[in-house]
C-alpha cells in the first residue's frame, strides 16, 4: 500500500508516513508509561533454510556468465520488464486517468500522472538491476515461489476487485454524496477494515482519497490501524499481544480519524 500511495498521492503519502512515525514514537511513549514493564523472551519460530548454495552478492563474472547461459526464467522476467517498461513509457501521461471512473465528469484531485510514470519507471530499472544480477536460486525460491506466488497474486486481486467494485458503485450510486453524508461511518468502517492482516484491504481508502472522495482523515486513520500481512507472525506468535496492539491502534486511529474530521483535516 506504501508503494501505492507514493505512486498516486505521493504529497499526501510523505506528509502520512511523517505523521506515523511521530504518532507511533507518542503512543509507544504513553503506552509504555502504563504498561508493566515486562520482558518476554518468546520462542523462536524464524525459518532458516539450510544446505542452501552460498550467496557472493554482485560479482561481475558471475552477471557475464549468467546472462551468457540465461535460464528460462531469467528470459521470461527480463521479456516481461521490457514489455512493461515499453506499455509504461507509450502510456506515460494516461496512466491515472482511471481515476476518473470514480467520479465521473469529475477529474481526481490528486491527479501525479507524471509521477506514477517516473515511480513506475523507476521501480522497473531496479527490477532490471535485480533480476539481471542475482543467482538463479534466488529468483526461482525467492521471487517466484515466496513473493509473486505468496503474494503477488492477493495484492493483485485486492486492487483489481477494488477498482471494479467501485467502478460499478460509481456508476450505479451516488457514492461521492453517500461518504460524504456519513463520513463518520466510513472512519468507523476505515478502523475495522485495518483489522484485517493482510495487504491490500487499505487499498480502497487509498483509492477514494486520491479520487477526492473522502478526506486525509479517514485515510490516516486507516494508515494507522492497519498493518498488513506484517501481523502476521505476530498473531502466530502470540495472539494476546496481536489483539492488544490492535486494540491500541484502532483507538489511536478513532481518536486522530474523529478529531480530523471535526476540524475539517
Known amino acids: 500500500e506504501a508503494f501505492f500511495m507514493f505512486s498516486i498521492i505521493p504529497e499526501t503519502a510523505l506528509i502520512i508516513h511523517v505523521l506515523l512515525f511521530v504518532i507511533a514514537i507518542a503512543t509507544g511513549f504513553i503506552v509504555l508509561l502504563f504498561s508493566k ?9 524464524f525459518d532458516i533454510h539450510n544446505n542452501e548454495p552460498e ?9 557475464i556468465h549468467q546472462l551468457r547461459h540465461i535460464s528460462m526464467l531469467r528470459f521470461i522476467l527480463v521479456v516481461f520488464l521490457l514489455l512493461t517498461t515499453l506499455a509504461v513509457i507509450v502510456n506515460f501521461s494516461n496512466l491515472l486517468h482511471g481515476l476518473e471512473v470514480l467520479n465521473p465528469g469529475k477529474p481526481p484531485e490528486h ?17 532490471f538491476f535485480i533480476i539481471l544480477t542475482v543467482s538463479d536460486h534466488f529468483l526461482k525460491e525467492h521471487l517466484v515461489k515466496h513473493i509473486i506466488k505468496k503474494h503477488f497474486l492477493k495484492i493483485f486481486l485486492w486492487t483489481f476487485g477494488t477498482l471494479i467494485a467501485l467502478y460499478f458503485l460509481s456508476r450505479y450510486v451516488d457514492l461521492d454524496n453517500i461518504i460524504h453524508n ?15 492482516p493482510e495487504s491490500g484491504p487499505h487499498l480502497i481508502f487509498v483509492i477514494l482519497f486520491a479520487a477526492g472522495s473522502i478526506p486525509m482523515s479517514i ?16 498473531i502466530a ?29
Open 237 to 265: 506468535e502470540s495472539q494476546k499481544s496481536f489483539i492488544k496492539i490492535k486494540a491500541i491502534n484502532m483507538l489511536v486511529g478513532f481518536i486522530i480519524g474523529g478529531l480530523g474530521l471535526l476540524t475539517g483535516f
Open 182 to 196: 456519513n463520513l463518520f461511518m466510513v472512519l468507523v468502517f476505515a478502523v475495522l477494515i485495518g483489522i484485517i
Open 111 to 127: 491527479d501525479h500522472s507524471e509521477w506514477v510514470g517516473i515511480t513506475f519507471l523507476a521501480v522497473l530499472g531496479i527490477s
Open 219 to 234: 485515510l490516516l486513520a486507516s494508515s494507522i490501524v492497519q498493518d498488513g500481512h506484517g501481523s502476521l507472525p505476530l
Open 55 to 63: 550467496c557472493f552478492c554482485f560479482e561481475r563474472k558471475k552477471w
Open 37 to 45: 514493564k515486562t520482558i518476554l523472551y518468546p520462542k523462536k519460530h
